[in-house]
């Protein structure tokens, strides 16, 4: 009784034809399954407020915004709020930051987690593998704030662990804040280690989905541990890997701020280097608080993802079309 | 049946979903509706005659972090006012770490606010102009008389925007003094001069640089690097923006000044080629940019820090043993814009009226003010019979935590404890304060808004790490002035040019 319930729950379309034509289709469709609709009302009525809702304020992008006058009557003003974006080529600068730095730190941090997740599977010992899997894990609680306090103490030149070592062994103390192409890699080194380990939970689990079966026929037919991961584990994970690569996408303009702000603070010298989209903005518009100009900025950012996420999805669907989104 | 109590169930819970995402959003809703039930009589025996008035919510606004014992002290005070005012305030914070964004966001939602501290640091002249708060001429001496003229009229031309007042300006004189907080120890112990000028400055870095291996000779770092501010303060010239990081400055003691770049001025490749002495000789680390710390000369891990009186004063209060001496740099002491601080009325207020008549008591009446900025008398402060105010317990109730926007000479009071050398220093700066009509001269950006901000970007991107010596001078002249061009350089300074001119005119019309 319970188990056919369930069923019943879950194929809400199943047996509404029948009755289609009689009533209308949605009302009738409504109230045979009002309790489900009703469960489904929190989340559409909070997306609706916060999502949807929220785009009209997208009009503030053309307008020079007055408290008195509010959204509405405010006067327009055309693209002047986004000019400030792209006077001395500074947009152009930041847009190929924000994308370089973000595309290496899917790849990167992705593909460890999927290296880890793997390497995770094929490890025995049981206690051996809660280790590794807490201890990858621990980074992702850590702060940003803190992080940037360990980088400063790492790398400073008088007192950094780095210089301490590096004179230690004879060497030159170097300075790495007059260095902007340094970081690129140390902030890709900082996201990896942050974020691999909460990733890979996502690759551990689609892993353990795999049917043990698989692997048994493997080891019948006397195939060894690189076989397995390649011609068993990693054709089950796909799908998985692909979504995940489509969902990151779409987040590929938006810096994590925290991130970058905390690591390079404001420290001109390394701004050519480290600069995206949101510090740039943060940094031009903080002290000022206009707010058609953020609306500019952040309008920019959702064009661009808007783009590039429907731009990824058509190159996935063309490859294969069961792996795209929509 | 089963299957009924199980629709039900579902059913109800969904509900419960549904009531409780609904009773979240109407918790939104402005919680501070002005109660409009007529006051009768309540016990009034006070001069201002509370019958006639009705009861009402305040709402007030002010920037920092609360207190833990501030709202004890709010009970005290409502009790106060209540009686007095008929009236109920209550006191929200915007903290520091985000007051820039909520700020604009608490105007712009249409919360009733009835009273928000104001200031240039807060945008008070941007937000003015985009109509956030209430222009004061007729309320003002209406509804607070002493505190209207209590105002001076360069601070009433200084809080004017546009055509009307929209703010009313603190009455505490804060001083543009900026000079070189130096440890009185160390200088008695390695023979050094006092500091009188800057080869003074460098004679005395030179000597804990020889001495002091641990310690970094100057304070610079990520947020304090005014240094060559005070240089060019100290050469005569003033910075448009009335504050240290401007871009523009002028020549106030011409008859007709000319804007000019920070970079543009004459002495200035004579004090670049000074800094890079400085970095070279190691007065600051070459990455001070990264470095956060703000508390390296309380902690002694600087010598030295530029900064202003204030900063001195508590230096003094948390190490006395150290002897900290403070050398003025700028030769020409100023009294810094009215609008340093305030209070504004935003257009969103329920009870304007009875705002001014809380502001009127907070400025001219002790027993308000002292126990608003203060604290209860006993239990978080004791108030000497020389006047001064000794905290009791300054980590539940520190002093004058939020009380800026109205201040008044006349109520404020100095911290027990500061060494007589503090209050000759300041008798000495008012005694040489000169006047600069231009500390009135408010520049205003917003017609020349990206090109101004991508010129602040050239000051943060190049100019600073060119002047604590971290560029090559030669490139790093070259890369500024062509990333000036870029910004649109000399149609910021046209801008500021004719709007400087039509102020010249304006005022010399006044006075």
Redesign the interface.
């Known amino acids: 009784?319970?188990k056919q319930?369930a069923q019943n729950a879950l194929t809400p379309t199943g047996a509404t034809g029948a009755l289609a034509g009689k009533k209308h289709p949605l009302w009738s469709e409504m109230k045979k399954n009002?309790?489900l609709f009703?469960?489904l009302?929190?989340a559409l009525?909070?997306v609706l407020?916060f999502k949807y809702i929220p785009l009209g304020g997208i009009v503030l992008a053309f307008k020079d915004?007055?408290?008195?006058?509010g959204i509405v009557g405010s006067p327009w003003v055309g693209l002047?709020n986004f000019?400030?974006f792209f006077?001395?080529?500074?947009g152009l600068r930041v847009t190929v930051n924000t994308i370089v730095y973000n595309a290496a730190n899917l790849i990167t941090s992705q593909l460890l987690s999927l290296v880890l997740a793997v390497v995770l599977n094929e490890i025995w010992g049981r206690r051996f593998k809660k280790i590794i899997q807490s201890v990858s894990f621990l980074p992702y609680f850590v702060s940003w704030i803190l992080v940037?306090a360990f980088v400063?103490n790492i790398?400073?030149?008088?007192n950094g662990v780095l210089n301490h070592f590096l004179v230690a062994l004879g060497h030159d103390p170097i300075?790495?804040?007059?260095m902007p192409s340094a970081w690129f890699f140390i902030i890709m080194i900082f996201n990896s280690w942050k974020w691999v380990g909460y990733n890979s939970v996502v690759y551990i689990a689609a892993i353990t989905g795999i049917d043990s079966e698989c692997y048994e026929a493997a080891d019948i037919d006397g195939a060894n541990v690189w076989q397995k991961i390649w011609r068993i584990t990693l054709p089950s994970i796909k799908p998985t890997v692909i979504t995940i690569v489509l969902l990151n996408v779409g987040r590929i303009l938006r810096g994590d701020f925290q991130m970058f702000y905390q690591i390079v603070?404001?420290?001109?010298?390394l701004?050519?280097a480290t600069d995206v989209i949101d510090t740039?903005v943060f940094?031009?518009?903080?002290?000022?608080?206009?707010?058609g100009?953020t609306m500019a900025a952040t309008l920019y950012q959702s064009v661009l993802c808007f783009i590039i996420i429907v731009g990824v999805n058509a190159l996935v669907k063309k490859i294969d079309s069961d792996y795209a989104l929509f | 049946m089963k299957r009924n109590t199980h629709t039900a169930i579902s059913l109800l819970l969904a509900l419960a979903l549904v009531v409780s995402l609904l009773c979240g959003c109407a918790g939104g809703a402005p919680s501070s509706v002005s109660s409009a039930a007529p006051a009768g009589s309540t016990a009034g025996e006070a001069s201002s005659a509370p019958g006639a008035l009705e009861e009402a919510t305040l709402v007030m606004y002010v920037i920092g972090g609360e207190p833990v014992g501030f709202p004890d002290m709010l009970v005290e005070f409502n009790k106060l006012l209540k009686e007095e005012l008929n009236a109920t305030l209550e006191v929200n914070w915007l903290g520091f770490a985000d007051y820039l964004t909520q700020y604009p966001l608490l105007l712009s939602s249409g919360d009733p606010v009835d009273l928000i501290y104001t200031a240039t640091w807060t945008n008070y002249y941007q937000e003015a102009r985009k109509g956030a708060f209430l222009p004061l001429e007729e309320l003002g001496p209406q509804y607070a008389p002493k505190t209207w003229a209590q105002i001076t009229d360069a601070a009433k031309f200084q809080a004017t925007v546009g055509e009307h007042v929209y703010a009313i300006p603190s009455g505490k004189d804060t001083y543009s003094a900026w000079g070189i907080a130096a440890r009185g120890d160390l200088m008695q112990k390695y023979g050094v001069d006092p500091i009188t000028d800057w080869a003074g400055y460098e004679a005395y870095m030179d000597a804990i640089k020889a001495n002091e291996p641990n310690m970094q000779p100057s304070g610079v770092y990520a947020d304090g690097k005014q240094q060559d501010d005070v240089v060019a303060l100290s050469r005569g010239y003033y910075p448009l923006t009335g504050s240290t990081g401007s871009p523009y400055w002028i020549d106030p003691s011409q008859e007709h000044p000319t804007v000019f770049f920070v970079t543009e001025y004459p002495e200035f490749q004579q004090d670049l080629a000074m800094y890079d002495r400085w970095a070279e000789k190691g007065f600051w680390p070459a990455d001070a940019l990264a470095n956060q710390d703000s508390t390296m000369q309380e902690t002694g891990k600087s010598a030295s820090q530029i900064h202003n009186v204030d900063w001195w004063r508590d230096l003094c209060i948390l190490r006395p043993e150290w002897d900290f001496q403070w050398y003025e740099m700028t030769n020409h002491v100023e009294i810094q814009s009215a609008m340093q601080d305030g209070m504004a009325i935003p257009t969103s207020a329920k009870n304007p009226e009875r705002a001014l008549m809380l502001l009127e008591k907070l400025r001219t009446d002790p027993r308000y003010y002292d126990l608003f900025v203060y604290g209860i008398p006993g239990v978080h402060s004791n108030i000497l019979e020389d006047g001064t105010v000794e905290a009791l317990n300054p980590d539940v109730f520190p002093l004058d935590s939020c009380g800026w926007g109205f201040r008044t000479n006349e109520l404020t009071r100095l911290p027990t404890g500061l060494p007589d050398s503090y209050g000759k220093a300041v008798e000495s700066l008012k005694n040489s304060v000169k006047e600069n009509k231009y500390r009135s001269f408010f520049m205003d950006t917003d017609s020349i808004k990206s090109e101004y901000s991508a010129i602040q970007n050239i000051m943060s991107q190049y100019y600073t790490p060119l002047v604590l010596g971290m560029t090559d001078p030669v490139a790093g002249m070259e890369e500024i002035n062509k990333q000036l061009e870029a910004a649109d350089n000399e149609k910021v300074k046209a801008e500021i040019q004719r709007q400087l001119d039509e102020f010249i005119t304006k005022w010399d019309a006044g006075h």
């Open positions: 009784m319970k319930n009002r309790s009703l469960m009302l929190p009525l909070l407020l915004y007055r408290y008195d006058l002047q000019k400030f006077l001395s080529g500074t940037g400063y790398f400073n030149v008088d300075n790495l804040y007059a603070g404001r420290n001109g010298q701004y050519d740039f940094r031009s518009l903080a002290s000022g608080g206009d707010i100009m």
